[in-house]
């Protein structure tokens, strides 16, 4: 299989779990993007978090590794307490360097390496969360061409991020979790059969 | 906002540069997360271009060590991760303490943190006094950190916790003194460890070991680059030695994956094979 040529990049902080939850349902199962997903988080939960996004889709859902390949229609999570970057090879590192915004993983980290890596081929969809997390990896994605996306902060369990990241970045869309599926799905393209 | 950015051919351009006047290789480094801190690098100390921060590099050598100091990942905490510290005491320590002498290298140890936490585990398992452990970097400034063995205080509380979950046995805090903001670690703990510089990029086997540690340091290299320093690792081992590594680190799909067996924990603790 070849790699996934365009990236659909998700960061969520407190109530973005929820979100997700919510969107994954309606993603397709021959959905010719990859999918990365960066969520703030405790540690020591990896397991559990992979076990209960993949109830939710036909996707493969797994932990990011370092040095992997990304694959269209999968479903990669940032592991916990390691900062996730995409290379212009498409594949991933792991870094362990001081936290960003007081997270690591940081959804700035990876937004920005991924619009290095990526450009014109990747959405950026940042959603629930209490702090400002994401929003200079929304301007990144932007400035390299790609689409950015914020979860409408009224249908956000705790608004403070896709607000801060309105204020702040070049936001295309404002969208409520329930039509981000079918945003992805028509951005993402579906695989040959 | 307009932000001044480097590009990825301007940073490797820096690499070589670095390279061939001061002689640290860093070309073999995955480019994503090399690229970030030399960009952090240069905002943060703001160069208003390219050429300027390029000419400080090759002109001011103490810079270049300020750059290579930023530029390398020296976050670390003790006991980190501590179910691995857990599985060294339980697995591994029982196997070194039949060796009359036993010599482990802790590579890229950064500022040493995790040095200490091993040295506990070798005291309460009555081993230090047998001990020597070889604790290298690249980075000297770091070094010179470790071999004072004094930490902000400020963490004590997270590693004291990290201690307990590791099996300690004793009250953390009897292992230091507190002094204002820092915690200096017993004296007794430090006598068997050798701070060096060891650039895992260049330099070559020093030594014989029955345990290598190196945690998050191969997560930065490039695929070749982790093989060449796996199988410099695994020279540097005796038979049935032990090699660890970090969380998210692994010996699959690398040329010396044959030559070693994980362990049956979780933990990344691989061991040689007798041949």
Not at chain 1, 14 to 38: D, E, K, N, R, S
Not at chain 1, 60 to 83: C, F, N, Q, R, S
Not at chain 2, 227 to 240: A, G, T
């Amino acid at each position: 299989m070849s790699t996934a040529s365009r990236l659909v990049l998700i960061g969520g902080s407190a109530g973005g779990l929820q979100a997700i939850l919510t969107l994954l349902p309606g993603l397709m199962p021959q959905l010719a993007a990859a999918v990365v997903i960066v969520l703030h988080r405790q540690n020591h939960y990896d397991s559990m978090l992979t076990e209960l996004l993949s109830a939710k889709t036909q996707l493969t859902v797994k932990e990011a590794e370092e040095k992997e390949t990304l694959l269209p229609g999968t479903i990669y999570i940032a592991p916990a307490d390691y900062h996730l970057l995409l290379e212009t090879d498409h594949t991933f590192s792991l870094d362990y360097s001081e936290k960003v915004n007081f997270s690591r993983p940081s959804i700035d980290v990876t937004f920005s390496s991924a619009a290095l890596a990526y450009g014109r081929q990747v959405a950026a969809i940042l959603l629930s969360g209490a702090n400002t997390d994401g929003a200079e990896g929304l301007m990144d994605v932007h400035d390299a061409g790609g689409i950015t996306i914020v979860q409408d902060p009224d249908t956000a369990a705790v608004d403070v991020m896709p607000r801060q990241a309105i204020l702040t970045a070049p936001v295309d869309h404002i969208l409520p979790a329930t039509a981000m599926a079918a945003f992805i799905n028509s951005f993402a393209g579906m695989m040959a059969s | 906002m307009t932000r001044n950015h480097i590009s990825e051919r301007e940073v490797s351009m820096l690499l070589n540069d670095v390279l061939e006047r001061y002689g640290y290789d860093f070309t073999g480094y995955a480019p994503a997360s090399i690229n970030r801190r030399v960009n952090h690098l240069f905002q943060a100390d703001r160069f208003p271009s390219f050429a300027e921060f390029r000419y400080r590099i090759m002109s001011d050598p103490d810079y270049a060590l300020r750059f290579v100091e930023e530029i390398t990942v020296n976050v670390t905490e003790m006991f980190r991760d501590p179910q691995f510290y857990y599985t060294l005491r339980r697995e591994v320590l029982p196997v070194l303490a039949t060796y009359p002498l036993i010599r482990v290298w802790h590579a890229g140890c950064s500022t040493g943190e995790e040095v200490y936490s091993f040295a506990i585990l070798l005291k309460e398992a009555n081993l230090l006094h047998k001990s020597v452990i070889y604790a290298t970097d690249l980075n000297t400034s770091v070094l010179e950190k470790g071999r004072t063995g004094i930490f902000p205080i400020s963490q004590m509380q997270q590693y004291s916790r990290n201690y307990m979950e590791a099996g300690g046995l004793h009250d953390f805090s009897s292992y230091y003194t507190a002094n204002y903001e820092y915690a200096k670690f017993r004296k007794d703990l430090g006598e068997k460890i050798i701070f060096s510089p060891h650039n895992l990029v260049t330099d070559g086997s020093f030594n014989e070991f029955q345990l290598i540690i190196c945690r998050n340091v191969l997560i930065y290299f490039s695929k070749t680059l982790q093989d060449k320093v796996l199988r410099l690792f695994c020279d540097s081992l005796e038979p049935l030695g032990f090699l660890a590594l970090g969380s998210k680190e692994t010996l699959s799909f690398t040329s010396v994956a044959s030559q070693f067996r994980q362990l049956d924990s979780k933990e990344k603790i691989w061991r040689k094979h007798h041949l």
